[in-house]
């Protein structure tokens, strides 16, 4: 894979070490040519979307306040596979407060530090999302675009084997949304995705309920939406002040390791915060998926 590099002197292969190329030949079943593939794509999409990447660390306020409102939750328990899952309360999205590039920017750094388990990089993930209460006038920002850009970053151009994607409570409007993006999908990537509607005992026959938090019908105990906002950010981690420390793998690979710290509960809803200035304006103002009007 290494010796294929030559091939393209337009990317700049940044990485490419055995450990780095291993979690490519790994999500990739050790096809030389897919592999190689993907760590071009990898490193292109990061290429030509130089601005999702700048500051792209878990200090970043954007990143920060993203991590913080849940966006991603990471489960400490694996499903019956192995494979970590994440998921997503769609509703918590606060479109003041986060833009959609913010979220994918912070999905896409947990998952590079994720990947870092070798275990995981041969088990995959499993990711649930959850739309109760995910409003028409939200879904009206979900642009061509921007979904492009995220189903890219995460379909075409990372080292992850995503075992399931799982919608739960999807209202009409996100079957419409998922009409529009089937195109843009793999056939394979088209074949994990389940739309359960709010029949979770489709979803328990997928993923079993005693890898579930109690939101999703599971034995475990309701999810704790700080943990991985904890985790990344440190044990001096608070919801009240702001953290300037710089991000630190080594801390981050021990805490995933590790699990446990402050089980005290974070709430779902977001406090007020001023809003940031919206990243990729340009994007985020394009023809809208679901026009209000």
Known sequence: ?????????????????????????????FDQVETFRLLAQYFQFRQQNLDMFQSF???DPSIKRALMDGFPGVLETPDQHGRKILILFASNWDQSRNSFIDILRAILLSLEVLI???????????????WSNF??????????????????????????????IHFVNQPWYIHAM?????????????????????NLNSLHQLIQPECLPSEFGGTLPPYDMGMWARTLLGPDYNDETEYTLTYDAL?????????????????????????????QMDRETSTPLLALD
Not at 183 to 196: A, G, N, S, V
Request: aromatic letters at 8%; hydrophobic letters at 40%.
């Open 178 to 198: 998922y009409t529009i993006i089937k195109p843009f999908l793999k056939d394979k990537t088209r074949k994990r995705i389940f739309l359960h509607g709010n």
């Open 135 to 164: 409003s028409f006038k939200q879904a009206s920002k979900l642009t061509p675009n921007i979904l492009k850009l995220a189903i890219e970053g995460l379909q075409d151009s990372f080292p992850a084997r995503f075992g399931g």
């Open 1 to 29: 894979v290494r010796d294929m590099i030559v091939t393209r002197p337009d990317i700049g292969f940044l990485r490419t070490d055995d450990e780095f190329i291993l979690r490519f030949l790994r999500a990739r079943k």
């Open 57 to 59: 660390k878990v200090d």
């Open 116 to 130: 870092e388990n070798p275990a995981l990089q041969i088990n995959g993930f499993t990711l649930i999302i959850d």
């Open 251 to 279: 801390h981050v690979r021990e805490s995933c390791g590790g699990g446990g710290g402050d089980k005290d509960m974070m709430k779902r809803s977001q406090s007020t915060v001023e809003a940031a200035a919206l990243r």
